[in-house]
Each structure stands twice: as C-alpha cells, then as structure tokens.
C-alpha cells in the first residue's frame, strides 16, 4: 500500500527566505507526482506535475525535484511572500488511476 | 477555461438524510474522481469515473456511490448520512486515465448535524 510522508508538518519562515519541502512515498512504481497548494477552506491548486521519466519541473519561483528509485520528491520556493502561506501537499498517482496524498505542510511566511 | 465546477459549495444535512453533490469537470475532460477531506483522515479517494464506468473505488462503505453522465458530469451520493461524513468533498477532472495530472474543484463542504 502506498504511503506518503511529507516533512516537515509545519514551517514559519521570513519573507525573502528560500524554502525546500520534502516528500516521501513508498512504493516507486509511480505514474507521477504532483504538487498542490490549498488555502484555508478552499479547493486545491495544482502547482507542478513530475512525470515519472522526468526529473524536475520548475515554474516561476518553484522548482520540484522527483528522485523515484529513493522514493523522494522536494519543493523548493525561492524568495518566499505572504502570499505563499498556506497548505502544500505532495500527491502519488499510482495504478488505478488514484491520487495518494501526504498529511502536508502548513507554510506561514511573515511580513 | 471554465476550471472544475463544484455545486453546492456548503450543505447541512441531519443524520440519516442522503445527499447528492454535483461535479463538472473541465471542457475536454473525461475523466471525474472524488476525494474526501476530513482533519483526521486527511484526503482519501473515493472512487474514479471514466466514459460513464466507475474505473476504480477505494475503501468506503456502500453508502457512498456515484455516477458520471455522457457530457462527463459526476455526481455522487451519500445516504444514511452519518455525523462522521461531515467532511470537504473535492471532484477533480483529468484528460483521461492516468498520467495527465489533476485539476480540483473548489469543493463542497457537508457538515451532518
């Protein structure tokens, strides 16, 4: 059964600071995987998608790296704003067609 | 691009009601799938719906079921509401099966008095 952890749970951090989110899952036989953000109450966000045969994708001020043979992936936010605050989670689709998603990691960047 | 439509956005629903919730996904897509979100369990899956066939569940009890007409609409119904049903319900929408990423919908959030 596939599993996913995401380190930290919680992370308070400066604007300005760069910031690396990790993700872990347990099972490499993987499709892809996907980084999302959510908001307080809201929907989720897709923010990057990493195919299983590439190894990074980058999108303005993130970047998410995917090592699938040590089952890890992480999100790195460069020169973090406010308005970055908020829950990332990190997803694994695997056969099946289903989404698993880590418990993600609540980011507060202060003014 | 009208993203993934979700209807309604909150609900409250008593114990025992049955409740139905509406999904539209993105123009082209046909693939839906469901997902719950609760503060304790997280986001689990609830089950895929691909050219009107349910393609895959996870593990729910009976209660929960949908269906996906052929303009790729999804709905999904709960009946016998129970108070641990109260939960963020989310619907997603993807090109097809597998490997083409996901876009949520905002939600619908159901709380069971």
């Known amino acids: 059964k596939q599993e996913v952890t995401q380190i930290p749970a919680a992370l308070s951090v400066p604007e300005g600071e760069n910031l690396v989110l990790n993700c872990s899952f347990t099972?490499?036989?993987?499709?892809?995987l996907q980084w999302f953000r959510q908001d307080p109450g809201k929907g989720l966000t897709s923010l990057l998608l990493?195919?299983?045969?590439?190894r990074e994708q980058t999108s303005g001020r993130l970047n998410a790296s995917l090592d699938k043979s040590s089952g890890r992936s992480t999100l790195y936010i460069a020169a973090s704003q406010p308005g970055d605050s908020a829950t990332y989670l990190c997803?694994?689709?695997?056969?099946?067609?289903?989404?698993?998603f880590g418990e993600g990691t609540q980011l507060t960047v202060n003014p | 691009k009208a993203g993934v439509t979700q209807t309604p956005r909150y609900l409250i629903k008593t114990r025992g009601q049955q409740v139905t919730l509406s999904c539209s996904p993105i123009?082209?897509?046909?693939?839906v799938s469901w997902y719950q979100q609760t503060p304790g369990q997280g986001l689990q899956f609830l089950f895929e719906?691909?050219?009107?066939?349910?393609?895959n569940k996870g593990n729910f009890p009976g209660r929960f079921s949908g269906r996906q007409f052929s303009n790729s609409r999804s709905e999904m119904n709960v009946s016998t509401l129970e108070l641990g049903d109260s939960a963020l319900y989310l619907c997603?929408?993807?090109?097809?099966?597998?490997?083409?990423?996901?876009?949520f919908g905002s939600g619908t959030r159901l709380t069971v008095v």
């Open positions: 997603a929408s993807s090109l097809y099966l597998g490997d083409y990423g996901y876009t």
């Open positions: 099972d490499s036989a993987i499709y892809n």
């Open positions: 990493i195919q299983s045969s590439q």
């Open positions: 997803a694994v689709e695997t056969s099946g067609s289903r989404l698993t």
């Open positions: 123009s082209g897509h046909r693939s």
């Open positions: 719906y691909f050219s009107e066939t349910q393609r």
